[in-house]
C-alpha cells in the first residue's frame, strides 16, 4: 500500500483542480467538469473560472451559459446552484436521484409542511412532478415567483380540505408574503433539478430565472447515468485520497446514500496511507499522484467557495486550525491566499464604481513574497471589470 504525502496531495489536487497552469479557452469543459463550480453566492463561479483561465472575459462567460449552453447551472451538490457542462448532467444531476428507501437529501426543513398537509415527501413530489410540465418552453423570472408558479399549479389537483391549508401562511417567512404551498414547493426544488425539471435559465438584472432541462437544452435528461462515470470517481479525482465519510460530508447526503455511490465505483479505486490512515484513490490517478511535476503556477488569489477550497479534509491545504476557522466561515468568507497548493494568508476586496480596493494578509512564515501577488490581483480586478486602486499587502 503507498504511503502519500501532504506535498503529494497538494500537488495532484492543483493538477485535477486546473491551478497548476493557465488553460486555453478551449479546455473550459473539462476545467468546470472537474467538480462543477458553486454559483451561491451569484458570480463566485465566474471568479473560479477566471482563475484557470487567463483569456476571461464577461462576455464570453455570458455566451458559454446563454447562447452556446455548452454549461448548465442548476441546483446540485449540497443544494447550491452548480455550472457544469451540460454533457456532465448525469453526474450532476441524476446521480443525485433517491433510490427506494433513501432519503432526499437538501429537503430536511420541509417536514413541517408536510406534516401539515398529511403528505409523505413522495406524495409532495409526485404531486409537484404532475405540473412540470408546464414550465417547459416558459421562462419565470424571480426565486419567490418560481414558487408561487409552481404552488398555483399544484393548488389545482388539491381538495378543497388540502387547499386550504396550502395556502395558509408559512412559518419559514417571517414576513408573511409566502404560502405553505410555496414553502414546500422551495424545499422539492432540488429534488425536481436532479430529475431535471427545473433549470436556471439567463439572468434578469440582479433576478435569476428559471425554466425546464427540456427548454434550455433542447432534450430530456438521461436519468441513468452512463456505467463508465460515476459521481465518487469524480469526487475522488477532485479530492482524493478520500474516504466515504468525506464523500458523503461533500455530498451531504446520508450515508446510506453515500455509500451506496460510493460501491459504484469501489472496483476502480486502491487503497493508499496518509499520516498513517486508510484511504482511497482512484487506481488510474495514483502515479500521477506518486510522480508530482513541476507546477506551471504556484500562487492563487482563490476567491470564496472555488472548487479547490471545497475539500473536507482542509488540514491538507490549512495545518493550522486558527486559519481554517477565518477562511471557512458560516458566512461571508474571505479569498483564499495559496502558495504551493497550502493556503499561507488571506485577502478581501471592495468595489467602488469600476475600481476595486484590495487588502491581502499574508501569514507569518509563508515563503511567498509580497510582489508575487501583485500582478495576481491586477487580473482579479480586470476580470471584475474594475482597475486595481488601493492595494495593501500585510
Not at 198 to 216: C, D, K, L, N
Not at 254 to 267: I, K, V
Not at 308 to 329: F, K, M, N, S
Request: hydrophobic share 40%.
Amino acid at each position: 500500500m503507498h504511503a502519500i504525502s501532504i506535498e503529494e496531495i497538494r500537488n495532484f489536487r492543483l493538477r485535477s483542480h486546473h491551478l497548476d497552469r493557465w488553460y486555453d479557452r478551449t479546455e473550459v469543459e473539462a476545467v468546470v467538469g472537474g467538480c462543477g463550480m458553486q454559483n451561491s453566492p451569484p458570480g463566485v463561479w465566474e471568479a473560479a473560472l477566471a482563475n484557470r483561465i487567463a483569456a476571461c472575459d464577461g462576455q464570453w462567460i455570458e455566451r458559454l451559459l446563454t447562447e452556446e449552453r455548452t454549461l448548465l447551472q442548476a441546483w446540485s451538490i449540497r443544494g447550491v446552484p452548480l455550472v457544469f457542462p451540460v454533457s456532465g448532467s448525469h453526474l450532476f444531476l441524476s446521480s443525485l436521484v433517491a433510490e427506494e428507501g433513501e432519503r432526499w437529501i437538501y429537503t430536511r426543513g420541509a417536514s413541517w409542511a408536510l406534516e401539515e398537509l398529511g403528505m409523505g415527501i413522495e406524495e409532495a413530489l409526485s404531486l409537484v412532478e404532475r405540473v412540470m410540465p408546464n414550465l417547459d418552453g416558459e421562462t419565470i423570472v424571480g426565486k419567490a415567483a418560481l414558487d408561487r408558479r409552481i404552488a398555483g399549479w399544484v393548488e389545482g389537483l388539491l381538495s378543497p380540505t388540502l387547499q386550504a391549508i396550502w395556502q395558509q401562511k408559512s412559518i419559514y417567512d417571517p414576513r408573511g408574503n409566502q404560502s405553505l404551498g410555496e414553502a414546500l414547493v422551495s424545499f422539492l426544488l432540488r429534488p425536481l433539478s436532479s430529475k431535471g425539471l427545473v433549470v436556471f435559465a439567463q439572468r434578469h438584472g440582479q433576478e435569476p430565472s428559471f425554466t425546464s432541462y427540456r427548454t434550455w437544452v433542447g432534450k430530456g435528461i438521461e436519468l441513468v447515468p452512463p456505467p463508465q462515470t460515476t459521481l465518487v470517481e469524480t469526487f475522488l479525482h477532485s479530492y482524493g485520497p478520500a474516504t466515504v465519510r468525506h464523500f458523503a460530508s461533500w455530498l451531504g447526503c446520508s450515508p446510506q446514500q453515500a455509500s451506496r455511490l460510493w460501491n459504484e465505483g469501489h472496483d476502480r479505486m486502491e487503497a493508499v496511507t496518509v499520516s498513517t490512515q486508510r484511504r482511497y484513490m482512484l487506481t488510474q490517478d495514483v502515479p500521477a499522484l506518486l510522480n508530482p511535476r513541476p507546477l506551471g503556477r504556484s500562487t492563487h488569489l482563490l476567491a470564496a467557495h472555488d472548487p479547490y477550497l471545497g475539500l473536507q479534509d482542509r488540514a491538507v491545504i490549512c495545518p493550522h486550525t486558527e486559519h481554517q476557522r477565518i477562511i471557512w466561515q458560516t458566512v461571508a468568507n474571505p479569498g483564499a491566499i495559496v502558495h504551493e497548493g497550502e493556503i499561507v494568508g488571506y485577502w478581501k476586496s471592495r468595489k467602488r464604481a469600476h475600481v476595486l480596493d484590495m487588502e491581502l494578509v499574508v501569514w507569518e512564515g509563508a515563503q511567498l513574497k509580497g510582489d508575487a501577488l501583485i500582478p495576481l490581483a491586477q487580473h482579479h480586478a480586470h476580470v471584475r471589470g474594475c482597475t486595481l486602486g488601493t492595494l495593501v499587502i500585510t
